[in-house]
Structures are given as structure tokens and as C-alpha cells.
């Protein structure tokens, strides 16, 4: 099983991003997923989570970015917008997926994306 994270970049303030996150191999099912993130020097922070429906966000993100899924794909994606530079920072998503064919649940993380946002 595998979490394979996309769509970073660099991108002024007040800009813009969508980061997707799409999992693969020997998968049973997909309970929670999430986005996280780490800043040069700080500790990695959790910036949204879906269940089944609507997701919730972290107070510093909110109103600015949404966090969606797609079951049928597999996939987590966030949408960021209003970037500010404190946005900077490697994005890494996670999922807890229940694994073929021992139906183990565990816990997966993607490789992280680079979002700088910067003038």
C-alpha cells in the first residue's frame, strides 16, 4: 500500500493550491484520512481530517482551505486558498486503510509536497 501526495509549488500570497493524495495496492477500505504539515523548525501539524463526509480543518486554516475526498479514486485532496506565507511548509497526507487480505488496518503516509509561498 502506498499514499502518493502531488501538487506542491511555489505560489505568491493570496494564491492558490490543490494538493491530491491518491492510495494504491491491496486495499479493503479507507477510514480516516488527513493532511498534514511541517514547517523549517517545527513540529509536524495536523491541518484537516475526513471521515466519510465533511472534513474539518485546523482554526488556522479555516476559511481558507477544504479538504475533500473521493472514494471511488482513492484519493484526499486539499484545497488552499488565501495563501500566506506561514502556508510554507512539506504537506503530507495520511490515511488509515484497512489492508487485503488480512484486513489489518494501518496507519500510511504519503511522501510530502513542498508548498512555498512566497513574493
Known amino acids: 500500500v502506498q499514499l502518493q501526495a502531488s501538487g506542491g509549488g511555489l505560489v505568491q500570497p493570496g494564491g492558490s493550491l490543490r494538493l491530491s493524495c491518491a492510495a494504491s495496492g491491496s486495499i479493503f477500505s479507507i477510514n480516516a484520512m488527513a493532511w498534514y504539515r511541517q514547517a523549517p523548525g517545527n513540529q509536524r501539524e495536523l491541518v484537516a481530517t475526513i471521515f466519510s463526509g465533511t472534513g474539518n480543518v485546523a482554526d488556522s486554516v479555516k476559511g481558507r482551505f477544504t479538504v475533500s475526498r473521493d472514494n471511488a479514486k482513492k484519493s484526499v485532496y486539499l484545497q488552499m486558498d488565501s495563501l500566506k506565507p506561514e502556508d510554507t511548509a512539506v504537506y503530507y497526507c495520511?490515511?488509515?486503510?484497512?489492508?487485503?487480505?488480512?484486513?489489518?488496518?494501518?496507519?500510511?503516509w504519503g511522501q510530502g509536497t513542498l508548498v512555498t509561498v512566497s513574493s
Open positions: 495520511n490515511a488509515l486503510i484497512q489492508e487485503l487480505p488480512t484486513g489489518i488496518s494501518r496507519n500510511y
